[in-house]
């Protein structure tokens, strides 16, 4: 006889999930659920309670805007509200920190996305018996689930996909699972295609051909093997994306902030963190600098010293570096982090992490103790353990923002701005009133 159990969702998981508290003082996670809705669960055969029914829906309860939800693993929480989305990603993030240590939390400026804005995708090719699957993969799964439209991407992203749905299934260099990356530039779509077998001269003609007919500048390929160069396959025009005012060619893939929106929430949240007192021979510190998102903003009000592992991403932004006021460095920064007293040097670093964080790199910035830490997260997580370094030296927690920049999932970015005072800083006169 089959078991059954009502109960009240306590919560959100940080990866969108219901908590259920079973009688027994376990707990169950249900995906599509909300806190404080009513639900009815059942047990397995294995013993496993799953999900049966929702028997009192929350007011935040709204239909998803795409009939792939639930299957497509791209969107969590899309039968949320965007509101209630965004009051649980502010306070993912407040208990993140305050799982660090910190206790005087500021009130988070906040910025969401809308639909239909995202400018990269990341997208898996998968042959199947009917022809070509191509999407993000299936909740838990290596299942493709097949996309022709999406209410996140950019519709300049959404034109692309039939042209390229139909290429990628004649390509003789896919031979059973490839992967595409579309990154909407100011030049246009920009393409990295990954297959399991190298491109053949026809193969290349039909890109060339889809490239003239769409409108795409670049068409990039890499075999799916681990470490292998990446090749362009077709160039019809300049690629090019503006930060700041100062123009780059980025590699082909590379990372960018999901919308332009997000990247000028982000921006600004960056610079709404400087200190008050800057000169234009100030020296600040950015880590993981990318292609130079936060640089060329940043360089408008001091000298920039950055640091990014990535070599492709550090050519582009270091060739767009005349006349600014940016000295760049390519280096590992796991490997070879800024160290301690170069940091102090300084009076304040900015760092973006990857989705990992930065603990290398952070045991130094502890050690050389700026005035200022301006950290930009991806992952609440990671923030969690690489502030409570910045709490237990003393730091106090200045700004927060947190942005939803990936709209209906649960990656959630910050904004957050770390001081500490010390005598030394103090005679310098660095705070944010310039004072």
């Excluded at 362009?232 to 090019?240: D, G, I, K, N």
Aim: charged residues 20%.
């Amino acid at each position: 006889m089959t078991r059954s159990f009502e109960g009240v969702v306590a919560y959100l998981s940080t990866q969108g999930n219901g908590a259920v508290h079973l009688p027994d003082g376990s707990t169950v996670y249900c995906a599509d659920t909300l806190p404080a809705e009513t639900v009815r669960l059942e047990e397995d055969a294995a013993g496993h309670w799953q999900l049966a029914d929702i028997l009192i829906p929350s007011p935040q309860r709204v239909p998803p805007s795409c009939t792939l939800f639930g299957d497509c693993g791209g969107c969590s929480v899309q039968h949320m509200q965007p509101e209630a989305i965004m009051a649980w990603k502010v306070d993912l993030v407040r208990h993140a920190l305050a799982k660090a240590g910190f206790t005087d939390i500021p009130v988070a400026t906040t910025f969401q996305v809308a639909p239909h804005t995202r400018r990269r995708a990341d997208l898996a090719l998968r042959r199947v018996a009917d022809g070509l699957h191509l999407g993000l993969h299936t909740r838990g799964s290596k299942i493709v689930t097949d996309m022709a439209a999406c209410p996140v991407l950019h519709p300049d992203i959404e034109r692309v996909l039939p042209a390229l749905r139909q290429v990628a299934e004649s390509l003789q260099a896919l031979r059973k699972e490839g992967s595409v990356i579309i990154n909407l530039l100011d030049s246009g779509p920009d393409i990295l295609l990954r297959t399991d077998a190298a491109l053949t001269t026809t193969d290349r003609q039909k890109l060339a051909r889809m490239a003239e007919q769409a409108g795409i500048a670049r068409i990039s390929w890499q075999s799916l093997k681990a470490d292998t160069p990446t090749e362009t396959a077709v160039q019809t025009a300049p690629v090019y994306q503006t930060i700041a005012g100062q123009r780059i060619t980025p590699p082909p893939g590379a990372f960018l902030q999901a919308t332009a929106e997000s990247e000028q929430a982000i921006q600004q949240a960056v610079l709404d963190c400087l200190p008050g007192k800057l000169s234009r021979r100030s020296i600040l510190v950015e880590l993981f600098a990318g292609c130079g998102t936060l640089s060329f903003p940043l360089a408008k009000h001091c000298q920039v010293h950055t640091y990014e592992s990535s070599a492709p991403a550090y050519a582009a932004m270091k060739a767009a570096t005349n006349n600014t006021r940016i000295t760049p460095f390519c280096r590992d920064l796991y490997r070879q982090p800024v160290l301690a007293k170069d940091i102090t040097k300084v009076d304040i670093v900015v760092l973006d992490p990857p989705h990992a964080g930065a603990r290398e790199q952070m045991d130094q910035i502890v050690r050389g103790l700026p005035a200022w830490v301006i950290y930009v997260s991806c992952n609440p997580a990671s923030l969690a353990k690489d502030a409570a370094a910045l709490a237990s030296a003393g730091y106090s927690l200045d700004r927060l923002h947190v942005i939803d920049q990936f709209l209906w999932s649960t990656e959630t970015e910050t904004v957050c701005a770390f001081k500490r005072e010390s005598s030394r800083r103090s005679r310098n006169g660095l705070s944010r009133s310039g004072s």
